[in-house]
């Protein structure tokens, strides 16, 4: 049963860490924590994910056995728990309005069958006082911070039902929320128009001039050109 059991704390450096300690000691699958507060939080690339107390989802979930498309799963219960306008930015921002209200990141050990997922939904949060660097492109769903728990329980129950899903249901439901599908995008090796996603959830953009289409596993991708 996906959320329990589970520990709350009021702050804890970071709930993905806690996550992982618990998982190496034998943790259920499901197994949660969340936190009031998480001083040392973070992203894809290392980057910081910062909150304001009470604000925001922040939690870590031990899976057991999870889908290789994990964070694909992961984008889609977010989205669909954030509403229907919410898109999804390869490979793992739930965005608003253009804006990210949400983040993802997967961590684990697939030779010990387990991942330690960690989501954080700004739920509550107050743009306007977050650092100068995160607010020019981050959002918030607005909502008061009693919202956060039933924005919480609604996830879980979000979580459940995509990951009993196969793969192909799972990628339809991503590939209709893609925020950068149709759109020019640049990455570290070149630019492109992005196509949507394969089997293995991996982006395909199609290269300027005719040369192809290129899938990309990780990495940092952009709007636009560089310098545009």
């Given at each position: 049963?996906?959320?329990?059991?589970?520990?709350h704390?009021r702050?804890?450096?970071?709930?993905?860490d806690?996550?992982?300690?618990?998982?190496?000691?034998g943790?259920?699958h499901?197994?949660l924590v969340?936190?009031a507060?998480?001083?040392?939080?973070?992203?894809?690339q290392?980057?910081?994910w910062?909150t304001?107390?009470?604000?925001?989802v922040?939690?870590s979930?031990?899976?057991r056995?999870?889908?290789?498309?994990?964070?694909?799963?992961?984008a889609?219960?977010?989205?669909?728990?954030?509403?229907?306008?919410?898109s999804?930015?390869?490979?793992?921002?739930?965005?608003l309005?253009g804006?990210?209200v949400?983040g993802i990141?997967?961590?684990?050990?697939?030779h010990?069958?387990?991942a330690v997922?960690?989501?954080?939904?700004?739920?509550?949060?107050?743009?306007?006082?977050?650092?100068d660097?995160?607010?020019?492109?981050?959002g918030?769903?607005?909502?008061?911070?009693?919202?956060?728990?039933?924005?919480?329980?609604?996830?879980?129950?979000?979580?459940d039902?995509?990951?009993?899903?196969?793969?192909?249901?799972?990628?339809?439901?991503?590939?209709?929320?893609?925020a950068l599908?149709?759109?020019?995008?640049s990455?570290?090796?070149?630019?492109?128009?992005?196509?949507g996603?394969d089997?293995?959830?991996?982006?395909?953009?199609?290269?300027?001039?005719?040369?192809g289409?290129?899938?990309?596993n990780?990495?940092?991708?952009?709007?636009?050109r560089?310098?545009?």
């Amino acid at each position: 049963m996906l959320g329990l059991p589970r520990l709350h704390l009021r702050t804890v450096g970071s709930t993905n860490d806690r996550a992982r300690e618990l998982a190496q000691a034998g943790a259920p699958h499901g197994a949660l924590v969340t936190a009031a507060a998480q001083t040392a939080g973070r992203g894809r690339q290392g980057r910081a994910w910062q909150t304001q107390v009470g604000a925001a989802v922040t939690m870590s979930m031990v899976l057991r056995d999870p889908p290789e498309l994990l964070t694909l799963v992961a984008a889609v219960a977010v989205a669909e728990t954030c509403g229907p306008e919410a898109s999804i930015k390869w490979p793992n921002d739930v965005l608003l309005d253009g804006r990210k209200v949400a983040g993802i990141l997967a961590e684990g050990r697939p030779h010990e069958g387990w991942a330690v997922l960690g989501i954080g939904v700004n739920v509550a949060v107050d743009v306007a006082l977050l650092p100068d660097e995160v607010r020019a492109r981050a959002g918030s769903l607005g909502r008061p911070p009693t919202a956060v728990e039933p924005f919480l329980s609604s996830l879980v129950l979000a979580l459940d039902r995509w990951l009993g899903a196969g793969p192909g249901a799972v990628l339809d439901a991503w590939r209709a929320r893609d925020a950068l599908v149709g759109r020019e995008v640049s990455w570290a090796g070149g630019t492109g128009v992005a196509d949507g996603v394969d089997g293995e959830g991996r982006l395909l953009v199609a290269l300027d001039g005719d040369a192809g289409v290129v899938a990309l596993n990780a990495g940092e991708v952009h709007l636009g050109r560089p310098g545009a």
